[in-house]
């Protein structure tokens, strides 16, 4: 039975000291990003992240702190082998603050060769935020995204294709690389 669901999770833990000639200054940071796609066919896909931050910073002695969070979506459709749209959404909350920010744009991808696309997207609204994995593709403005589908076959046409022993890995046999690879939404 062929999964359909992929679940991809990494915590970070960060630890910073600046000693100066009055003060040491210290940023301790956690960071998870939980990163969920969702195939429920050949055409459709979902991918949704997850992202939660803690912040723990020292200057001149006094501790500040913080939660942030990040929530995003995006989902893809395959017009045919070889071209997709799709929309893309987030939320950003610094929940101290109660602050959110938002972003909300479409994007339209195209298959250069085998499990390799390039997404062209667009951010009516946006934020940044480098902890979170999907930073590059909720700024305000234009982008472009890599995707990339990894199994052992991939890599072994890629290899073979490399040596010279195989067809160039242009010739598609499947939609859209059922994975969001390097981006996460």
Known sequence: ???HWIVLDRLDFNYEEIATTLDTV???KTV????????????NQFALHH????VLDSFDS?????WIQ???GEYRHDINERFDLGLQMGLLHSMQANNYQYSLGPTIGVSLIKNLWVSLGYNFRGFEDDDFSTAGYTSQG????LRFAFDQNSVRDALNWFS???QSPTSRNSGAPQTNGVSTP
């Open 26 to 28: 210290r940023a301790r």
């Open 62 to 66: 006094v501790d500040y702190e913080g």
């Open 51 to 54: 992202g939660i931050k803690y």
């Open 32 to 43: 998870n990003n939980l990163n969920l796609n969702w195939l429920p066919n050949r055409t």
């Open 142 to 145: 234009p982008y472009i995204k």
């Open 164 to 166: 010279g022993d195989e």
């Open 1 to 3: 039975m062929e999964s």
């Open 70 to 72: 990040a929530f995003d």
